[in-house]
């Protein structure tokens, strides 16, 4: 069963810690995963997007990692920001029709001063 | 200057009505689609759609249809809301259809309220 799952499931940490978020997922054929951020009220925002061949991309303060073996991703926030404080949805996608795509429940992050 | 655009924001509604969530795109993209979003967070796709295929999730049922006037507009029609369609409708775009599909970018939601 194509599955995507997330941990934590809520995260607090003070401004200017690093924190990780975890991705695990069982789709198959794997095709790409991304991450997305998604403010409160809002829809998501692409932060990246990486491929079965793509170990580690970053975008900002933000680096993924993609282990295509174990089926495991992370999303690595350095030095947080008030404004890092949302939900960060992993979407993985399978190999076929456009509605092969999967998204995880997502964690909702708080950053506080 | 926004990308995706979607009316209205907020949408409350009795049982039984038939209601619209319009959406636009001014990205040039060649796909559109709709997700929903329940309580708990999870995003579903409902439908995906450009100007040679509409994919509809098997799981949604055939009271909720997309109509496309354009390639910019995807709208989506609710026929006899039920108390669980209460929920937040996100519409998207990407340039590309299927899971090598550009990124997708979301609009801002509608929240669906059924009384």
């Known amino acids: 069963k194509n599955q995507v799952e997330q941990s934590p499931q809520s995260l607090i940490i003070l401004e200017g810690k690093n924190c990780t978020l975890q991705c695990n997922y069982t789709v198959s054929p794997f095709s790409n995963l991304r991450w997305y951020k998604q403010d409160t009220g809002r829809g998501p925002v692409s932060l990246t997007i990486?491929?079965?061949?793509?170990n580690t991309k970053s975008n900002g303060r933000y680096t993924a990692t993609l282990d295509a073996d174990t089926k495991q991703s992370s999303l690595h926030i350095t030095a947080s920001q008030l404004s890092d404080s949302a939900s960060y949805i992993c979407v993985v996608s399978a190999r076929g029709g456009a509605n092969n795509l999967f998204f995880g429940t997502g964690t909702r992050l708080t950053v506080i001063p | 200057d926004t990308a995706v655009s979607q009316t209205p924001k907020y949408l409350v509604t009795q049982m039984g009505n038939d209601k619209s969530i319009k959406c636009e795109q001014n990205l040039g993209h060649d796909t559109m689609y709709w997700y929903k979003q329940d309580s708990k967070k999870f995003l579903k796709i409902m439908f995906s759609?450009?100007?040679?295929?509409?994919?509809i999730n098997e799981t949604v049922p055939n009271r909720f249809s997309p109509k496309s006037p354009d390639k910019a507009h995807l709208n989506l029609h609710i026929n006899s809301l039920e108390l669980g369609d209460s929920a937040v409708y996100f519409c998207a775009s990407s340039q590309d259809m299927g899971p090598w599909a550009d990124t997708q970018y979301f609009g801002p939601g509608t929240r669906l309220t059924v009384l």
């Open positions: 990486m491929t079965f061949s793509e």
């Open positions: 759609y450009n100007n040679k295929e509409l994919i």
